[in-house]
């Protein structure tokens, strides 16, 4: 019954990086899947594997996340199970893995109300959170920690062009002509896990560290409900959950992670007909470019058999899995010349 | 065509307050329906009525808000139009009007993509969410301007009791007796609007203060999409808006203002139904205490006939509306011993 499976984001990814990542995608299976033996619980097992991604320079998230404008790392991270248990940080700086202090803010809220009757907290962004962490044994950090030097680099050369482009534009003001940012310097999206536990109860979670030059305080859908993540058991006893990866404020719109999986569950439609209603074709993104994200899937059965299932609009995404056995990675790719945020390519496995 | 109403939360009023209170709705409704009779737009009237609803010191909004359990006032705000623009922030200091500040938000993602084509940002929190205001022009203030000597009074009022609890917690460990902060003494939850404009777009705001001694950094229904405030155009030209208050980790999970709505269109459901569906019997609250909310909604015909209703399962919701006339005021309130958090009161008005 035990599952993990990872994805290291949707995005277009430094062909000399996939190797190294997908041994970090399979290592993240690897160590959540022995815990996942020893009787852990769904949410712990979410945490060490998204830790071992964030601990990664190579991805987007923790150790390595995309600088804001101002040369910072702020990190988005949320957790969920499929009881309806959900907690979420946002713009949080100095926290070694943001998924740990989600985790606990989950663990906490599990202890019923505080004193003088008072609801935990479900999110907690920027100073807050990092001063939460500190007070509930999170390990904290120097934010500069988290800044890696290519990080460093990336950011140097974003800032430089941006300067560039805005005098540019002062003198042309020829927006149409602006590159994405986001190019193959960048780093890509958000990470993410989906897993179900020995017990049988599955969940979802995510990380990221947002949008190169991003404003501070920005909170994307890895720190938003229902859009980075999100799982669920249903009244026959099947359970889905879900990890989505791309650009957040879309997703947010989209509510990208909740809404493919209720145009999966108890309907013959396909993830990828299911991604094009819930995103590509939705008319909450009418006029919206770049459209490009990639969701996880996985769904399990009354009994117990296991699909997992991957769709994006992106160049790429790197999944890896862990079905008690040796850890797999693999990288799903558009087909050559199709446009990223148009055209989709999806998969599944079945266990 | 022009309508505007607002709410000054759902909770359990102060009596000597309750005529002052209706008084500042009324004249957040007029200050809006003369910005509506001047053709601005619907999130610009929004904006003029929650501003007014955050000067005042009675509302739980931007001056006089609770205080954090650091002594701080921190703000959630957010906006959206029937077009599905939305904008929010968490957890903001120092900015004099919250609504102001997402609004701007709002207004400048209306400009499309920033250069470099960064997409941009749709919930900002924190100090960043400071630092855009005072980037963008959105007038900030002093953190303390925004503390009322009565905020200050209730929360040295509320510290003592959390420190005599918790004392008597280390001993007893007497949860069960745990008293609510949210008493009388307490301000009431999110302040909002709904409205149309004379274009005959619909939109929806909120304004919040949060919870009495809530941790810094936390985020309430009123900073997250689809849970403090929703409005929408359907593809009939019906359109639908609705503004929620109430315990903001449940109006999260329940995604409350979008989901009521949800509920309420195309369905011969009335709003107390949809509200027992949607937040009090909904499953993912099961275990919870203090469901207490309430939700006021905007419902436009194709034919422009404008339905305006509401719902609570607070002890009072203070309302006030204007339909191009004078501004009107009242109270609904449960009925004497009704259970709050478990019985509920409607109503509706025709235009």
Redesign the interface.
């Known amino acids: 019954m035990p599952f993990i499976a990872v994805h290291a984001g949707a995005g277009k990814f430094n062909e000399e990086d996939v190797k190294e990542l997908k041994s970090v995608c399979r290592l993240a299976c690897d160590k959540a899947m022995v815990k996942l033996k020893d009787g852990c619980d769904v949410s712990e097992a979410i945490t060490v594997a998204i830790s071992a991604l964030e601990n990664s320079p190579l991805t987007n998230c923790g150790t390595g996340s995309c600088l804001?404008y101002k040369g910072t790392a702020?990190c988005d991270a949320s957790i969920i199970n499929g009881k309806?248990d959900?907690a979420s940080v946002?713009?949080v700086s100095g926290v070694k893995n943001p998924i740990v202090l989600a985790h606990q803010l989950l663990l906490n809220q599990s202890k019923?109300?505080m004193?003088?009757?008072?609801?935990?907290?479900?999110?907690?962004?920027?100073?807050?959170?990092?001063?939460?962490a500190i007070e509930n044994g999170v390990p904290v950090c120097n934010p500069d920690d988290l800044i890696t030097e290519e990080a460093k680099e990336v950011y140097l050369d974003?800032i430089e062009?941006?300067r560039r482009?805005?005098a540019k534009?002062g003198s042309e003001q020829c927006?149409a002509k602006?590159?994405?940012?986001?190019d193959s310097q960048s780093k890509l999206d958000t990470v993410g896990a989906v897993c179900i536990d020995a017990n049988g109860l599955i969940g979802a979670g995510v990380s990221s560290g947002g949008?190169s030059?991003?404003?501070?305080?920005?909170?994307?859908q890895a720190?938003?409900?229902?859009?980075g993540c999100w799982a669920k058991r249903h009244s026959d006893s099947s359970q889905i959950a879900s990890s989505a990866s791309g650009?957040?404020?879309?997703l947010?719109?989209t509510?990208l992670a909740k809404e493919i999986t209720t145009s999966l569950v108890g309907q013959s439609v396909t993830i990828q007909n299911a991604f094009h209603q819930t995103f590509l074709d939705n008319?909450?993104l009418a006029g919206c470019?770049?459209k490009e994200a990639g969701v996880l899937v996985l769904h399990v059965s009354p009994s117990g058999s296991i699909e997992l299932s991957w769709v994006h609009s992106t160049d790429d995404m790197l999944i890896a899995y862990n079905s008690n056995d040796k850890s797999k990675s693999f990288m799903s790719q558009l087909e050559e010349k199709a446009v990223p945020g148009i055209r989709t390519t999806a998969g599944w496995l079945s266990f």
């Not at 602006?178 to 986001?182: A, G, H, S």
């Open positions: 804001t702020e309806g959900f946002g713009a019923g109300l004193s003088l009757g008072r609801i935990p907290p479900m999110c907690l962004c920027g100073d807050g959170a990092h001063q939460w974003h062009r941006l482009e805005d534009e927006a602006r590159r994405k940012v986001n949008i030059l991003k404003h501070t305080g920005r909170i994307g720190g938003v409900y229902r859009c650009v957040g404020e879309y947010i719109k509510q008319v909450i470019n770049t």
